[in-house]
């Protein structure tokens, strides 16, 4: 199990890993938990899958157990941000404009994490060891790319997980109901110990 960071800068290598994640979070957000989100051809993807964005694939060869994408708040494209703001700004019709307690910001060194998944059919060992590997690949984020701190939107009880990671995390807004779930954003902050777990 290895974790492999993706950007539009090194498609030429990682393109068939790439449609592997999207091909995964098609299975995890559309046919497992029933979201209704853009897709094609058993791929999914939104607004906010553009070159600004970085992702994270923990896989084996093109097995993909988990992922995430993380996007800078300082996001613009045609006619997106990033996620969070969107939602408060009253883009996002199924997400509430209270999503956050405060303004999202639009800061360079604040990126937003978003469609976090652990695949379902690993053991409850493996899928702790996944949520390691996302809590590392943060750590490896935030000191490659000069991240100071993340925002996430996920369910509550994801955060909940999130805290075993060694990741520091508290309330960035209300709870609310989405797609069966109980959902939540987030202030995320990277322990130290991740940081030198990835040095060493």
């Known amino acids: ?23 995964a979070r098609y299975h995890h957000f559309i046919e497992t ?37 993380v996007t800078p708040s300082t996001a613009h494209s045609i006619s997106a941000s990033y996620m969070l703001r969107d939602a408060q700004l009253g883009l996002l019709p199924d997400l509430p ?23 379902d059919t690993l053991s409850s060992r493996d899928r702790m060891r996944v949520r390691n ?7 490896r984020l935030a000191q490659n790319w000069n991240i100071k701190a993340y925002l996430c939107l996920t369910s509550v009880t994801a ?26 954003a987030y202030h995320l902050t990277v322990d130290t110990r991740n940081l030198r777990s990835y040095a060493a």
């Open 1 to 23: 199990m290895q974790s492999t960071e993706i950007t539009f800068d090194n498609l030429g290598e990682t393109g068939t890993l790439f449609t592997a994640l999207l091909r």
């Open 33 to 69: 938990l029933g979201w209704k989100l853009p897709n094609v051809r058993g791929l999914e993807f939104d607004q906010y899958d553009t070159p600004e964005s970085i992702y994270c694939t923990i896989h084996d060869g093109m097995t993909v157990y988990g992922g995430l994408r």
């Open 97 to 119: 404009l209270s999503i956050l307690d405060e303004p999202a910001p639009q800061d360079s060194g604040i990126w937003e994490v978003s469609r976090v998944f652990v695949a």
């Open 133 to 139: 590997e996302i809590g590392l690949s943060l750590a």
């Open 159 to 184: 955060g909940f997980l999130m805290r075993r990671t060694g990741l520091t995390i508290s309330p960035a807004g209300p709870r609310f109901e989405v797609g069966g779930e109980t959902c939540q």
